[in-house]
C-alpha cells in the first residue's frame, strides 16, 4: 500500500500480530468484499493492500485454478506473513505501491482493497490507479475503516494518542474516509459506474481482556504502534480506559467488539 513511512513501518514491526488480527476481525468483511467485486471462476483478480492475505486466499477459492490473484502490499514483513498461507494457491504476492501499480492497462477482471485505502497518502489516484488497470465493465470493491468508536481496536488508537507528545504523528488518516459521502465522490471522481456505499457491521468475539489486547501488546497494526509509542504509565491508563468501556463490570470476559466498516463498489 502507499503510505506514510510511519504506517509502513508500524505494519512491518507487528506483521505477526497483525496476521493474527486479521484473522479474526478483517477477514470478517472478507465475503462481502469479494460478492461487490462479482468474482467468478477463472478471473483475474487484483488485491491491492493485502497484507496477511484473507482477501486474495479466499477470492483464490472462488476463481479456481484458471484464474489468478495478484496480492500486493510495500510491507515485505506482511508479504512473508502471506506467502506461508499461499501454497498450492492460485496467488502471486509481490512488492507494489498501490498508487502506482507496474501492472499492464485493462489487465484484470476485479481490484479488491480491504482496509488499505484509507492508508494511501492520495486515494484518488490510488482509485484511478484501481479502474486503469480494470478490464472495460470490470469491478472495484473496497473496504474503509470509519470511526474510532466503530472499529475493534480504534478505541485504543483513539485514547492512545491523547497521551503522544505533542507535535508526534498521530496516524489520523485511518479514519480519513469515515463518511459514505466521501467515498461516493471518490469513486465517482475516479469515473467508475454503477458506484454503491454500504456499511457493513460484524462482531468479533474475545475470550478475555488479555485476548483482546495480545495484539496491542505486540504493536499489531497502528492501534498497536501508537500503544507501544506510549511511556509504561500512559500505557496502563490507556488499558484502564478501554477496559472500562469494554467490561463495565468486574468481569474480564467473554465480551464481543462491533466493528463497522463502509464498502464501497463501483463498475468500470
Not at 27 to 49: E, F, K, M, N, S
Not at 89 to 114: N, T
Not at 253 to 263: H, R, T, Y
Request: proline share 5%; charged share 20%; hydrophobic share 45%.
Amino acid at each position: 500500500m502507499a503510505t506514510s513511512p510511519m504506517t509502513k513501518l508500524s505494519f512491518d514491526s507487528g506483521a505477526s500480530a497483525w496476521d493474527r488480527f486479521s484473522v479474526r476481525s478483517s477477514a470478517l468483511y472478507v465475503p462481502a468484499l469479494l460478492a461487490a467485486a462479482g468474482i467468478t471462476a477463472g478471473q483475474r483478480v487484483l488485491d491491492v493492500a493485502t497484507g496477511a492475505g484473507p482477501s486474495a486466499f479466499e477470492a483464490a477459492t472462488l476463481i479456481g485454478p484458471s484464474g489468478l490473484v495478484l496480492g500486493t502490499d510495500l510491507s515485505l514483513p506482511m508479504l512473508e506473513r502471506a506467502k506461508r498461507h499461499a501454497e498450492r494457491l492460485p496467488v502471486s504476492l509481490v512488492a507494489m505501491d498501490g498508487q502506482a501499480l507496474a501492472c499492464r492497462d485493462a489487465s484484470f477482471d476485479a481490484v479488491i482493497c480491504l482496509l488499505g485505502l484509507m492508508f494511501f497518502a492520495d486515494a484518488a489516484r490510488g482509485l484511478a490507479e484501481f479502474r486503469r488497470v480494470l478490464r472495460p465493465a470490470g469491478r472495484v470493491a473496497v473496504c474503509v475503516t470509519t470511526t474510532p468508536d466503530r472499529t475493534v481496536y480504534g478505541r485504543v488508537f483513539e485514547r492512545a494518542r491523547q497521551y503522544l507528545p505533542a507535535g508526534r504523528e498521530t496516524m489520523a488518516w485511518n479514519f480519513a474516509l469515515s463518511e459514505p459521502h466521501q467515498l461516493e465522490a471518490l469513486l465517482l471522481g475516479a469515473a467508475f459506474r454503477d458506484v454503491a456505499v454500504s456499511r457493513e457491521i460484524r462482531q468479533v468475539s474475545f475470550d478475555s481482556l488479555e485476548d483482546y489486547w495480545a495484539a496491542m501488546e505486540a504493536g499489531g497494526g497502528l492501534s498497536g504502534a501508537t500503544y507501544r509509542a506510549l511511556s509504561p504509565d500512559a500505557r496502563r491508563a490507556v488499558r484502564d480506559e478501554v477496559r472500562r468501556g469494554l467490561l463495565p463490570s468486574e468481569s474480564d470476559g467473554p465480551f464481543a467488539v462491533e466493528g463497522e466498516v463502509l464498502l464501497g463498489s463501483g463498475r468500470r
